[in-house]
């Protein structure tokens, strides 16, 4: 099998996870970070590996989740004095962009997005 071509936003990395035991070749030109040597990412690759697809769903699930808990959290820190729903507007905008947050604010009778 040859070397597979990244997709427009996934990185080398997930190309790079293992079949059966063994992690694919070339992962280690792909360092995760500065601050993890090499073996604590090989054994952490494994142990993704061995988990089943539903599991890795569900942790990529609860990834997305705290990262918008915390980007509410800046929401609120940011603008005090929005109500919920403007903020969750304001993370509307964040995440996919001013055109589906305007229509989210219209639909929430909101007017526009601000």
């Keep these: 099998m040859g070397?597979?071509?990244?997709?427009r936003g996934?990185?080398?990395?997930s190309y790079n996870l293992r079949r059966g035991e063994q992690l694919?070749?070339?992962y280690e030109?792909?360092?995760?970070?500065?601050?993890?040597?090499?073996?604590?990412e090989r054994v952490?690759?494994?142990l993704l590996a061995k988990k089943s697809s539903?599991?890795?769903?569900?942790?990529?699930?609860?990834?997305n989740a705290a990262v918008r808990a915390l980007a509410m959290s800046g929401?609120?820190?940011?603008?005090?004095?929005?109500t919920e729903v403007d903020l969750k507007v304001r993370l509307a905008e964040l995440l996919y962009g001013a055109d589906v947050a305007k229509r989210i604010?219209?639909?929430?009778?909101k007017g526009s997005a601000k």
């Design 29 to 40: 030109n792909y360092p995760m970070s500065r601050d993890t040597s090499p073996e604590a």
């Design 105 to 109: 604010a219209k639909g929430l009778g």
């Design 24 to 26: 694919l070749p070339g």
């Design 75 to 82: 929401l609120r820190e940011r603008y005090p004095n929005e």
């Design 10 to 13: 996934i990185s080398f990395r």
């Design 54 to 63: 539903v599991e890795r769903l569900e942790m990529v699930s609860q990834l």
């Design 3 to 7: 070397r597979q071509t990244p997709v």
């Design 44 to 46: 952490y690759f494994q």
